[in-house]
């Protein structure tokens, strides 16, 4: 079985029950980062052996995890937060599973963008998820007044580098509408900022954002 195991985007109590037991069973653990997944496994006790599986590597170690899985072992697919194959090279593997008739499931958790999207209190029944905005200045704009002629909630996520240059885009772009800047989600300093555009962009000027946001419109 190949185990897609969503995992905390900060909190690590944001785990659940069925995802400790499974990667503690499983024979293999798939990490985007295994530093960075050691410090959630040593939190839980889970010993379970370990192995890389990022941007760089997707090609070569997914054969090898395909073969593993095809000789009959049991392999768990976790990134560094939240659920694998959204925005990270887990979409690699699995469609290679599918592929090759893989038996696969999903161990649901934590999605950062669907988090956002409840706080906001905007409509859920349709949206879009653009995943990250181009990072130039012309392409995000032009991406910005393609979402614009839709008319649906639109989420995505920025880092704090840009997100006072988005927030100016969008405000040309969308005028000056009601949106949701959410800020670290689950973890100790979360905020979740609700408010006309140039208000949310004034406040950030005063006090500089840090960390990753997810943006709501």
Avoid: W
Avoid at 39 to 56: A, D, E, N, V
Avoid at 108 to 115: D, K, L, S, V
Wanted: glycine share 6%.
């Amino acid at each position: 079985m190949f185990y897609i195991v969503a995992t905390p985007i900060g909190n690590l109590k944001d785990i659940t029950l069925r995802a400790i037991e499974v990667l503690k069973s499983v024979d293999l653990i798939a990490c985007e980062d295994t530093r960075h997944s050691k410090i959630l496994l040593s939190h839980y006790g889970i010993t379970t052996p370990t192995t890389s599986y990022f941007q760089h590597n997707r090609l070569t170690k997914g054969e090898y995890l395909l073969r593993l899985l095809k000789e009959g072992k049991s392999i768990a697919l976790v990134s560094d937060a939240g659920t694998p194959g959204i925005l990270d090279p887990g979409y690699n593997i699995i469609n290679l599973a599918v592929k090759n008739n893989i038996e696969i499931t999903v161990i649901p958790g934590a999605t950062a963008f669907i988090n956002a999207l409840v706080l906001s209190g905007k409509p859920a029944h349709s949206f879009i998820f653009a995943g990250f905005l181009p990072n130039k200045p012309i392409a995000r704009r032009n991406r910005l007044k393609e979402f614009a002629l839709l008319k649906h909630t639109l989420i995505f996520y920025e880092s704090c580098h840009r997100i006072l240059a988005t927030l100016g885009d969008i405000q040309d772009i969308f005028g000056d509408k009601e949106i949701t800047c959410a800020r670290e989600l689950t973890k100790k300093f979360e905020q979740i900022h609700r408010g006309r555009v140039k208000d949310i962009l004034a406040g950030f000027k005063k006090q500089r954002p840090r960390g990753e946001f997810t943006v709501v419109i």
